[in-house]
Nanobody
């Protein structure tokens, strides 16, 4: 089975920075893309940022210019550098990987358990 492990969440004051990380392990043939999603209390889970194996990135409009996603394809890891944090960024952040297994032509999505990011005034 595949496991995604997040780390780096915590408490930070508005305007500060945090870097969260995620590593994928297990029976993995290829990872097509990795990304970060978040869910705030009372809200739906939303996309924050994604990066493909080719380096193509996407960002939610609300984080453009403040967050940067990066990926190490060789180590199956993805990081999210979060700068100029706002109160609205408070959420549980989940790591996602779109990957294939040996012997399969299909890609599957896996999720981490989440890491809490809390921004205070």
């Amino acid at each position: 089975q595949v496991q995604l492990m997040e780390s780096g969440g915590g408490l930070v004051q508005a305007g500060g920075s945090l870097r969260i990380s995620c590593g994928a392990s297990g029976s993995i043939f290829k990872i097509n893309a990795m990304g970060w999603y978040r869910q705030a209390p009372g809200k739906q889970r939303e996309l924050v940022a994604t990066v493909t194996s080719g380096g193509t990135t996407t960002y939610a409009d609300s984080v453009k210019g403040r967050f940067t996603i990066s990926r190490d394809n060789a180590k199956n890891t993805v990081d999210l550098q979060m700068n100029s944090l706002k109160l609205e960024d408070t959420a549980v952040y989940y790591c996602n990987a779109e990957l294939s297994h040996y012997g399969s032509r299909h890609y599957y999505n896996y999720w981490g358990q989440g890491t809490q990011v809390t921004v205070s005034s």
